[in-house]
């Protein structure tokens, strides 16, 4: 059971580039998510995907697209990197507390993206 | 809408001493409370989190936190803490678990905890 695991680890764009981080996650969860991590900012949402079919914006979506390809893979592109997209992202995904309503997210190990 | 403020963003603190990590929240619905804890280079894992029932909720590694809900906090408290310990923690929240966005985790901006042998 490798829980969310991403692709690649580490990568650097030039410029106007694109790229896709890949997220897979074996858990059966419904939910997934891209978070951002800048210094001093905690993680923010950029999108995140309630079930299979559905993708939604989170607080910082400009400059991103996502695809939930299927219940277990959920991919963030960037059509055209910029500097500001420098950072630190994680996919998790989230499974319901049997008889809460309340959700726990299972994060990934994160891909660090530099923008020159 | 819902917000987190965790008031200390660092914290340094000598091995063996106690330490406290504030969290605040506002959310005029019911919440959740999660604290998050991120090793260097790693992913976040989840430490500990209060559903319902006793307001102390424990972690396997010693830490606890006290859930009060006239104060709007969550703290995060450890009586001894090791060098292992040194981290950044997340308080997060999610809110209304009958409504719609349940499933979305409002995190505040970390506070780096650094344990000094």
């Known amino acids: 059971n490798a829980g969310v695991t991403q692709t690649p680890k580490f990568q650097v764009l030039k410029t106007g580039q694109s790229m896709t981080l890949q997220c897979a996650q074996d858990?059966?969860?419904?939910?997934m998510y891209w978070y951002r991590q800048d210094p001093g900012m905690g993680l923010r949402l950029i999108y995140y995907s309630a079930s299979e079919g559905t993708t939604d914006k989170g607080e910082v979506p400009n400059g991103y697209n996502v695809s939930r390809l299927n219940k277990r893979e959920f991919s963030l592109r960037l059509e055209s990197a910029a500097p500001s997209q420098t950072s630190v992202y994680f996919c998790?995904?989230?499974?319901?507390?049997?008889?809460?309503?309340?959700?726990?997210?299972?994060f990934g190990p994160g891909t660090r993206l530099t923008v020159t | 809408a819902q917000s987190v403020t965790q008031l200390d963003s660092q914290v340094p603190v000598f091995e063996e001493a106690p330490v406290e990590l504030r969290c605040n929240y506002s959310s005029s619905v019911s919440v959740y409370l999660f604290w998050y804890v991120q090793y260097p280079n790693q992913g976040l894992q989840l430490l500990l989190k209060?559903?319902?029932?006793?307001?102390l909720v424990e972690s396997i590694n010693g830490f606890e936190a006290e859930f009060n809900k006239s104060q709007t906090s969550f703290h995060l408290r450890k009586p001894s803490v090791h060098i292992s310990d040194t981290a950044e923690y997340f308080c997060a929240v999610t809110g209304n678990p009958s409504g719609a966005g349940s499933y979305q985790l409002t995190f505040g901006k970390g506070t780096k905890l650094s344990v000094i042998p």
């Open positions: 998790a995904s989230s499974e319901e507390l049997s008889g809460t309503g309340a959700y726990e997210q299972y």
């Open positions: 858990m059966n969860h419904n939910s």
């Open positions: 209060y559903l319902s029932g006793s307001t």
